[in-house]
Nanobody
């Protein structure tokens, strides 16, 4: 069964940066759309960014455009989320998830079948 393992979370001051990693095992990235989602305390889970298996096209939620960048390393079977200019409102548990559909990726969690355990990101001074 597919496994996804997130890492890279932590505590950072506003304006700082973090890079999250999502390592995928037992399945190749070539056949997976990968999404990053987050859940802040007291809020619904929301899609942050995703990358499509077919052509590497990407999508972002409006609040992170220009600050976050999703990328993938096929050799390492890993997807990254580079987060710059972090804000307190970015504080959440971040999850990566896999979608086997071969369609363009979307920021809708109902499309995703397998999930990682999450990594905490805290932005605070």
């Amino acid at each position: 069964q597919l496994q996804l393992v997130e890492s890279g979370g932590g505590l950072v001051q506003p304006g700082g940066s973090l890079r999250l990693s999502c390592e995928v095992s037992r399945f190749t990235l070539e056949n997976l759309n990968i999404g990053w989602f987050r859940r802040a305390p007291g809020k619904e889970r929301e899609g942050v960014s995703c990358i499509s298996s077919s052509d590497g096209s990407t999508d972002y939620i409006d609040s992170v455009k220009g600050r976050f960048t999703i990328s993938r390393d096929m050799a390492k079977n890993t997807v990254y989320l580079q987060m710059n200019s972090l804000r307190p409102e970015d504080t959440a548990v971040y999850y990566c998830a896999a979608d086997y559909s071969y369609r363009r990726c979307v920021l809708f969690d109902g499309r995703y079948d397998d999930w990682g355990q999450g990594t905490q990101v805290t932005v605070s001074s």
